[in-house]
């Protein structure tokens, strides 16, 4: 009976200190509106187009894309969900790759007895860009992207969107010239 009264008790104090709702109609315009400021990283062309080398010995070529996000008063804004695509996709092969088996011979060398091929992967499509990051507690934001060796010459599009506490889409882009 006492455990009843505690846990009735408890339910009872956290009604009354309840947890506010974020009320956008209770915040000034600065605390709701969101800013991304874009970093890539990338030297920029008087066009406003980046550009990224795109690396001949691998097939794909790995970059970070950063950026922060900031309300108007300067504050950051964390934990903001910003989902990322990109307009380039590529597709698989019918080998997606392969594991080397590898194990200890009677005189304990390592040697290679076997390779197994992982098959079947055939026409999946392949995005460019991952899909989706959250702002730390500095507001800084993470993005990577891999565009690969056949899209040399190309320029890519790097979009973003983040709803902020005003409930609204933002959203944005970047050009990026695949060199």
Not at 83 to 92: C, G, I, R, V
Request: aromatic content about 12%.
């Amino acid at each position: 009976m006492k455990h009843i009264w505690t846990l009735i008790l408890s339910v009872c104090i956290f009604a009354a200190n309840g947890c506010d709702a974020i009320d956008p109609n209770n915040q000034s315009e600065s605390e709701n509106k969101i800013i991304m400021t874009i970093e890539p990283s990338l030297d920029v062309d008087e066009n406003g187009y980046y550009h990224l080398m795109i690396d001949r010995n691998n097939w794909q070529t790995i970059h970070r894309v950063s950026g922060h996000l900031n309300y108007e008063n300067g504050s950051s804004a964390e934990l903001i969900k910003v989902y990322w695509s990109s307009n380039f996709y590529w597709y698989l092969g019918d080998t997606l790759g392969y594991i080397v088996h590898e194990g200890l011979t009677d005189d304990l060398i390592y040697v290679s007895y076997d390779t197994t091929y992982i098959t079947g992967f055939s026409g999946m499509e392949v995005p460019t860009s991952n899909q989706a990051s959250y702002s730390n507690a500095e507001g800084e934001v993470n993005n990577m992207i891999a565009p690969v060796r056949s899209m040399i010459g190309d320029t890519m599009t790097l979009f973003w969107r983040f709803s902020g506490n005003d409930y609204l889409y933002n959203e944005g882009s970047i050009g990026i010239v695949l060199e």
